[in-house]
């Protein structure tokens, strides 16, 4: 069985930081890409950034120069190393990845870690 399991979240004043952590278990063969999203309160899912197995990676224009992902492959752990962060920030933030493994190919979700700005 693989999962995803992400930590660090939680409560933070406006302008700090946080650092979310999302590592992949189970008989992984090869993790092809990885994405942090995030669903606030009322709104659809959104992607916020992904990072592909060669470094390459991609922000949401609303995060852009503000948060950071980068990737361990030896650990299988991704991270998102938020900063400045703002009240319109809060929201679950879930982690992705496309991976192979000893069954096919699967699309992960992991369960979800809350952060929260306050103003």
């Known amino acids: 069985q693989v999962q995803l399991v992400e930590s660090g979240g939680g409560l933070v004043q406006a302008g700090g930081s946080l650092r979310l952590s999302c590592a992949a278990s189970?008989?992984?063969?090869?993790?092809?890409?990885m994405a942090w999203y995030r669903q606030a309160p009322g709104k659809q899912r959104e992607l916020v950034t992904t990072?592909?197995?060669?470094?390459?990676?991609n922000y949401a224009d609303s995060v852009k120069g503000r948060f950071t992902i980068s990737r361990d492959n030896a650990k299988n752990t991704v991270y998102l190393q938020m900063n400045s962060l703002k009240p319109e920030d809060t929201a679950v933030y879930y982690c992705?990845?496309?991976?192979?493994?000893?069954?096919?190919?699967?699309?992960?979700w992991g369960q979800g870690t809350q952060v929260t700005v306050s103003s």
């Open positions: 992705n990845a496309d991976l192979t493994y000893g069954l096919g190919m699967i699309d992960l």
């Open positions: 189970g008989n992984i063969f090869s993790i092809i890409t």
């Open positions: 990072i592909t197995s060669g470094g390459s990676t």
